[in-house]
């Protein structure tokens, strides 16, 4: 896939988002809403989404993986037609367990590893070089532009 057709639909995420915020409520009340939700499986669903959150360096993306997730859980908690179906989702998963531990092996990275997580690493080493003068106030770290789709798209037209 185009880097910059994956740009377009992160965009038109963001923009469902704001939509579903403003018509289901805010972030916030979603997440004080699972907060106090009384049914066991989307409390435990609830904590792990904000564990994977809470490993996230950036702000920006820690919430956003918040808001998505938190997003997912509220609606399948609250659509009573569609819990029954969540639930058995859920069951097949857990019947299943050892066949996805094992197919979960190539992709499973520790927090750090993270995409996001080594990309906010790469920003904090741009701001050090600047800072130190090696490199211009406009210019980016080479470790932060593997990180930049249009940089990436140029690389890719230039090896094509």
Not at 74 to 102: S, V
Not at 120 to 135: C, M, N, P, Y
Request: glycine share 4%.
């Amino acid at each position: 896939m185009d880097i910059m057709a994956v740009e377009s639909k992160k965009f038109l995420l963001k923009m469902t988002m704001k939509y579903l915020h403003k018509k289901l409520g805010s972030g916030k009340e979603i997440h004080q809403d699972l907060e106090a939700c009384a049914n066991p499986v989307f409390q435990i669903l609830f904590s792990i989404f904000n564990e994977a959150a809470s490993n996230v360096k950036e702000e920006y993306q820690r919430n956003m993986i918040r808001e998505v997730g938190e997003l997912g859980l509220f609606i399948a908690n609250k659509d009573t037609g569609y819990r029954p179906i969540i639930m058995w989702i859920i069951n097949e998963i857990l019947n299943n367990k050892e066949e996805l531990e094992k197919a979960l092996e190539l992709y499973l990275q520790d927090p750090d590893e993270w995409y996001v997580n080594v990309w906010h690493e790469s920003k904090k080493r741009t701001a050090e070089l600047k800072k130190k003068g090696k490199i211009p106030k406009h210019a980016m770290s080479a470790e932060e532009t593997i990180f930049t789709p249009a940089l990436q798209a140029e690389r890719l037209k230039k090896i094509k």
